[in-house]
């Protein structure tokens, strides 16, 4: 992958004279916020070259940008900026993924119906996060894998499990605050049995290590060389400072931004001989929780990713090569974002279409009593639920014999399963009962 190291404005400034200076100044930047390989292509003012107009938008962009505490391995700064594009995808975060959000009934029904999405999410982020890095597991046996808690067969589905458990660690370990100790233990579980050296679980690389590069998956080029192994310790607490917002308290950084440069920064540094970029997006989970965007935990951001790797790669390559901006960076991943949470609410509108679909069958049907269709209707929207003869009697009124026969039916039609627990008979919803419902009806 080549992108382009765009002119020296340095360069570029010593060859203009008054009037092309200020014509430079005068001239409209292009729309979006433009690096110099898209730049060079589009035609620029009249009376300017390509150079003289990169040389304008350096300048006009220049007190738009801030500086960062991360820093290059010659401990130059990375900056960002806020431009149009970015804030408004920022107010779009705002709205769907914090506070008070209206969401189907599918999800809101109750916690049970919650928990069932969200473990779901973490699933679908697991597997897309491990076949970003290379693992070749189906997604149909990576879910079966993960729903059966079967051990694995392969490194595949290994890192799939692993990626699994680090995200109910992020979520259920980790509290408000990041430390050094949490980012090598996280690394630790999402490595674990994975690696050709099984010590390089849980630590940074040290200056005895080779030290690990990024390439280019599709031509094998050099993407980007992270810093030195001895300096990895240092960037580590301040990563976790920035995590903290603890470098600067009088300074306010919107709450998704510092979730995606925690993001960029962890890749950057590449402080770690495998699981990086898993490491990264867990990180951008955690961040983005604990400063209250819930909604996330229901995104796959890596299903995204998956769909154009190159993209990613090349969002980090913009930033290295004009002058450390990050811009470029949080621009592509906050698309990422956007595109993430418009297929999850797809996703929620087929969800609730089909459910009420179903129930309308279901209730045009004669098979079913007025108490089984109470209780298909349940299941339908909490596919967790479980029901027992007892408590189906006791929430219709009815004897223990007439709750028993209304799941027992329901169960030899394939829409209940059944097992025993201790001496109970506990029914839970049949896997893929809408659409069994459908064939009943």
Request: glycine share 4%; charged share 25%; net charge negative.
């Amino acid at each position: 992958m080549y992108v382009p190291t765009p002119p020296s404005v340095d360069d570029i400034i010593g060859t203009l004279d008054n009037e092309r200076l200020i014509t430079a100044l005068e001239a409209s930047p292009p729309p979006g916020y433009v690096h110099w390989d898209k730049l060079r292509r589009l035609k620029p003012p009249s009376g300017l070259s390509s150079e003289e107009w990169w040389w304008s938008v350096k300048f006009q962009r220049r007190p738009l940008l801030r500086s960062l505490a991360l820093i290059d391995p010659d401990r130059a700064p990375f900056v960002f900026a806020l431009p149009d594009e970015v804030l408004r995808l920022l107010h779009y975060m705002d709205q769907h993924c914090s506070g008070e959000i209206a969401m189907p009934e599918v999800v809101t029904a109750d916690d049970q119906a919650r928990q069932h999405y969200l473990v779901n999410s973490l699933m679908e982020e697991a597997i897309r996060s491990s076949q970003l890095e290379g693992a070749t597991t189906s997604r149909r046996v990576a879910k079966e894998l993960l729903r059966t808690g079967r051990p694995a067969r392969n490194r595949s589905e290994q890192m799939i499990i692993n990626n699994y458990r680090a995200l109910q660690f992020m979520r259920e370990e980790i509290g408000d605050t990041l430390s050094p100790d949490v980012v090598l233990e996280l690394q630790r579980i999402l490595t674990t049995d994975t690696l050709d050296d099984p010590s390089s679980a849980g630590r940074l690389q040290t200056p005895d290590d080779e030290r690990i590069a990024v390439y280019d998956v599709s031509d094998g080029s050099l993407v980007h060389k992270p810093p030195p192994a001895e300096q990895l310790p240092e960037r580590l607490e301040r990563l976790c400072n920035f995590a903290n917002a603890a470098e600067d308290p009088e300074r306010f950084m919107h709450p998704v931004v510092r979730a995606i440069l925690l993001h960029f920064w962890l890749a950057y540094d590449h402080p770690f001989e495998d699981g990086n970029g898993r490491t990264a997006r867990a990180l951008f989970y955690w961040s983005m929780r604990t400063q209250g965007y819930w909604l996330v935990e229901y995104l796959s951001i890596s299903s995204i990713l998956r769909k154009a790797p190159t993209q990613y790669a090349r969002a980090f390559l913009l930033t290295e090569t004009d002058d450390r901006d990050i811009t470029y960076f949080l621009i592509y991943q906050l698309g990422v974002m956007r595109r993430a949470v418009e297929e999850l609410h797809a996703y929620l509108r087929r969800k609730t279409e089909e459910v009420s679909e179903v129930e309308q069958l279901i209730r045009r049907s004669a098979d079913f009593n007025h108490r089984q269709l109470a209780l298909l209707s349940d299941a339908i929207r909490n596919p967790e639920q479980t029901y027992t003869f007892r408590s189906h009697s006791i929430s219709h009124n009815v004897t223990h014999e007439t709750g028993r026969k209304d799941l027992l039916q329901l169960h030899e039609q394939g829409l209940l399963d059944r097992r025993l627990v201790g001496k109970r008979h506990v029914f839970r919803p049949a896997g893929d009962l809408p659409a069994k419902l459908k064939q009943a009806a």
